[in-house]
């Protein structure tokens, strides 16, 4: 069950295509996705949109499979692998370049290449090697004509700036005169005063694409692979090395806004169209072409790059005071119905294109790099680059395990669920099996995959080529298609998504372990009833240990998050299939434990107690949207219960409040949702719930009927409740059961927690999460809020015993950084040996120690975790060395004391 966000509207402007499609978030793939339809707790009709099976076969499926990241925990600041020390010699002078090559005709070539990274990165370091690099072999090299800048990786031209430069600068305000620095560097090279071609292959982002908008020329190729862009604004940052000053003198206005405040990226064909590129060749050609064009450019048979000549309309916009008053008019209108003024970024990217517009000289690049020391001073980057680094570190799961190898996918259930489940698997270049109780069902499946990749082709984000490809992945199969147990024969892993049913759940497993090799992997869709019981070895269930909870939000497609859920009995190689395959499908996994709701639908529950809570009371239901709204959320409580269905909505809630979630689902009035399900008023899919809905254009309005039932429910009450005390009441039944889901290990640390909130009911990313939301407000003064509300309200808004803990001692949820614990750590194994010396005790750890375990902690102490994490257990080996010194522990327990530091 989940939370599928609301339709984003594209906002289209008159003098651009789309000024900025995305929602507020500003952050790649959020919880904000365009679907229309929402999915809460309720599998019970996995077949949305398409009529409902029934009854189905068994199946089996398989994945091909990507090698396993080695494991390391998530922890709240990310920490660079250890890298070798870096020895200079003849035949390697740098660390972040290969030697350069100069070539006969007087081409100098710059490979860019550091042999420790999977990708190049812009680093401080990088940056100081490359003006090291540039003086000594090019600077007074007579003989250089003309210079090719590449890359010798396979994975690309330069990723982008490494962020976490910026997240060690403390002082934000220091990080001007570096930026100047490397801006100095860059106007240097131009004044070398010889052609220079960027030849990109691979993602050219961020301060990469700004390397190359510096040279004369840029050739990319034509792989899938190759994009460029400037993603800074998800980050809650601006292009600081002359990006808001080169890219709309190269594409114009209008395309630079576009990429700027979206942060999309740009793939060759339009690159090419737009003028970002001059050339687009084979990625074999590429070097070859690279340096026949700087032959070329050097001896004037090749003229430099300009910028793309402007239609009479784009001139009218972007060279006139009129037309530049309509524009900026426009792009700020834009801006603030997609952001509501929540994000800082695209106001100073806005700011430092009018302000270079107005300032040619080099006053304009000492505006833009304030600007961005200004934007990563703000909490709301702070916030951002918090959510970008859980989302690297969701990659790798803190087990060690190995998944299986999976080649193929067995999906059972043709509906909205399982259409869209085999969809993503098939998109990733796997072989899907399909299955459904008869040809129709199935057939409706495939049609639903079919018109999705048809819509990607119209707007240019699939190929022909690639829809054909992809449907030719998917076999369907039926309950009468007589070979289908000779294909489920191979398969590696089964998910299921159909009905609600735990008999026919262990039924489909039944019939999945007769026909599929003993090291298949069961994963079933459920999103309310237990693992436990699906899996609870008998008659049915023979290989209980291959069973484990895939949750998927729906729209499938769309939604980034998967909750993967083992039981007690889950084999950790179960596991690690889950998690690999749920990667390989291009979802952020968060594990969580096995229990109602799992992590976000649980969280849901209190929310949607509170909301009739508040409409009980009287507040009008289009104030408590816009409150939400406000605080950041992609749609209010009101709307957001129509769009799930407000049956679904009633069936959560009700679930919940049964469960084992106590004084914390009351205070709420849930018949107001069952009554309505008795009305026939189920939302926008009926035309009728809170709102009426008359036509797709239609504005949703509160109609008679529903103003007679809400002051028959009320009893006439209205309230006046403040803006505030409707957000911060909502929002503290949220945290507060997030908090307790993180004290009762649902959820193993707080980056899980804000992942899995922010990409799983869109909870407002520029706050970064629940616990950084918390960080942010302060634990101590949250609870004396929640305190009050206690008292006046009642004990539904009592704060959870994790929260009066962080409260009283002033702790932080992602306060620790690295360095402090480095720090506190080369003191670890004196203290430890005089606690199990003296004390014989258990050495209770505090739960932030794990977060560093596997991470680069100091040049010169790396703690690692074998292991996984149990409450209460002991602290079994601790060794140390020297070189460097290291500190293995096989166990830590959870509590929460920190016995030691």
């Known amino acids: ?104 005709a007087g081409v100098a070539i710059i490979r860019f290449d550091n042999p420790d990274k999977k990708v190049n990165t812009l680093s401080f370091a990088l940056m100081r090697e490359a003006q090291t690099m540039w003086e000594a072999d090019i600077q007074s090299n007579s ?29 934000k305000s220091e990080l001007v005169p570096v930026i100047e620095e490397a801006l100095n560097f860059f106007l240097h090279m131009k004044a070398k005063d010889v052609p220079m071609v960027a030849a990109i292959h691979g993602p050219a982002l961020g301060g990469g694409l700004e390397w190359a908008l510096w040279c004369d020329y840029r050739i990319c190729t034509d792989s899938k692979a190759t994009k460029l862009g400037l993603p800074e604004v998800k980050l809650g940052l601006l292009p600081g090395f002359g990006g808001t000053q080169n890219l709309p003198a190269l594409v114009g206005i209008q395309g630079a806004m576009d990429m700027m405040l979206t942060g999309k990226n740009i793939l060759p064909a339009k690159a090419k169209k737009m003028g970002l590129v001059d050339l687009v060749v084979a990625p074999q050609s590429l070097e070859s072409v690279a340096i026949e064009t700087a032959e070329g450019l050097a001896n004037g048979t090749v003229k430099k790059s300009k910028p793309k000549k402007k239609s009479l309309i784009n001139r009218l916009i972007e060279d006139t005071p009129p037309g530049q008053n309509l524009m900026w008019s426009k792009v700020k209108e834009t801006v603030d119905k997609n952001t509501d003024g929540n994000y800082p970024a695209p106001y100073e990217i806005i700011d430092c294109v009018k302000y270079g517009l107005a300032h040619p000289g080099m006053e304009k690049f000492k505006h ?58 098939a998109e990733k270049g796997y072989d899907v099996l399909l299955k459904d109780r008869d040809d129709a069902a199935v057939g409706r499946g495939i049609s639903y995959m079919t018109d999705n990749w048809e819509k990607k082709c119209k707007r240019k984000r699939m190929t022909n080529y690639e829809l054909n490809t992809n449907s030719s992945r998917v076999t369907p199969l039926s309950d009468d298609t007589e070979s289908w147990k000779r294909h489920f024969a191979g398969a590696d892993l089964v998910i299921e998504a159909v009905f609600e049913d735990l008999a026919l759940k262990r039924k489909i497993i039944q019939q ?97 107690s509170e909301v009739t809570a508040l409409v009980k009371e009287g507040v009008p239901l289009d104030r408590l949207d816009k409150a939400m709204k406000k605080f950041g959320m992609p749609v209010g409580p009101i709307t957001l219960i129509d769009n ?39 939302g926008k899919k009926s035309n009728q719930g809170f709102f009426t809905y008359s036509g797709k254009k239609g504005k949703p309005s509160i109609g008679p009927e529903v103003t007679a039932y809400l002051k028959d429910f009320t009893g006439g009450n209205t309230s006046d409740l403040s803006e505030t005390d409707i957000q911060n009441r909502i929002v503290s039944r949220l945290v507060n059961e997030a908090a307790m889901c993180l004290q009762d290990e649902i959820i193993e640390n707080p980056v899980c927690g804000d992942i899995g909130l922010v990409f799983g009911i869109g909870f407002a990313p ?32 009592e704060p959870v015993q994790l929260l009066k803990d962080y409260a009283a001692s002033g702790k932080k949820f992602h306060g620790i950084t690295p360095a402090f614990f480095s720090v506190s750590l080369l003191l670890l194994p004196l203290v430890c040996q005089t606690f199990i010396q003296i004390n014989d005790v258990h050495l209770y750890m505090w739960r ?48 929460k004391t920190f016995l030691f530091i």
Request: with cysteine.
């Open 512 to 608: 999945v372990e007769e026909v599929t090799p003993d090291h298949c992997v069961f994963a079933t869709n459920t999103s309310a009833i237990p693992i436990a019981d699906i899996a609870a070895p008998g008659e049915e269930v023979k290989r209980s240990e291959n069973v484990v909870g895939m949750h998927y939000f729906s729209p499938v497609p769309q939604m980034p998050l998967l909750e993967i859920i083992p039981h007690a009995g889950t084999s950790d190689e179960a596991l690690a299939t889950a998690f690999a395959v749920g990667n390989k499908q291009g979802k952020t996994c968060v594990v969580v434990k096995d229990v109602p709701g799992f992590y976000v639908n649980r969280c849901l529950g209190p929310i949607l």
């Open 143 to 171: 003989e250089i004509t003309s210079i090719v800048f590449t890359s010798a990786k396979e994975s690309g031209f330069i990723a982008g700036a490494d962020i976490f430069d910026i997240s060690s600068v403390q002082e």
């Open 766 to 797: 520029f706050r970064g999460g629940v616990f950084r939301y918390l960080d942010s407000v302060g634990t101590s003064s949250f609870v004396d809020m929640m305190n009050g509300y206690a008292e006046t309200n009642g004990q539904q808004f």
């Open 644 to 682: 799930v269905g407000v049956d679904v909505a009633s069936k959560v809630s009700n679930y919940l409040a049964s469960a084992d979630l106590g004084v914390r689902m009351g205070g709420g009035d849930l018949s107001l949702l069952s009554n309505m399900v008795e009305k026939g008023w189920l």
């Open 368 to 425: 833009e790099r304030e600007g961005f020391a200004k934007l990563a001073a703000t909490k709301e980057s702070e916030a951002l680059i918090g959510l970008f680094d859980g989302t690297t570190q969701m990659k790798k799961l803190s087990s060690g395990a190995e998944p299986i190898k999976v080649k193929k996918v067995a999906v059972m259930g043709a509906g909205l669920m399982g259409a869209g489940i085999a969809q993503v698997t």
């Open 848 to 895: 932030t120690l794990r977060y560093f375990s596997g991470c680069q902690l100091s040049d010169e102490m790396t703690c690692d975790r074998k292991g996984r994490m149990n409450r209460g257990a002991e602290l079994s080996t601790l060794s140390a060395s020297h070189e460097p010194a290291t500190i293995e522990c096989t166990a830590f327990p959870t509590t």
């Open 1 to 104: 069950m989940l939370l599928s966000s609301a339709v984003r509207k594209s906002l289209a402007s008159p003098l651009s295509r789309q000024l900025m499609g995305q929602q507020s978030s500003l952050l790649g793939r959020t919880a904000i996705s365009r679907a229309a339809s929402v999915r809460l707790l309720d599998n019970a009709n996995h077949t949305q949109h398409l009529p409902a099976t029934k009854h189905f076969s068994s199946a089996a499926a398989a994945i091909q499979e990507e090698p396993a990241s080695k494991p390391s925990p998530p922890p709240p600041a990310a920490a660079a692998k250890k890298e070798t020390p870096f020895v200079p010699s003849p035949q390697r002078k740098y660390k972040h370049f290969q030697n350069v090559e100069l070539t006969p």
